[in-house]
């Protein structure tokens, strides 16, 4: 059985910065996915990562902000969605 999408959806702002997010259920949990979801949230613009949320495997559930990476606790897809977008607003008021 392959990943199921479950979730998919993308934000094109004026300025040209993009809002994409997008998770899978996974068909096994594992170690690093014990919550059973592969999941990729971006914010960017130019070609740039500017917040970025993910679990890579080999690295878990962190995030990107800036260029600085930091651990992140998922708790659930609610939350996970919820950080990000609080991220991506801060990061969008600072610009």
Known sequence: MKARLVFRDKT???DGAIVEMVIWQVPERTVERRHGLKYRLYYGRDGERIVGYDN???KGDHRHVRG???KYSFSSVERLISDFLADVERERREE
């Open 12 to 14: 094109l702002f004026p």
């Open 56 to 58: 890579e495997l080999g």
């Open 68 to 70: 600085k990476e930091s």
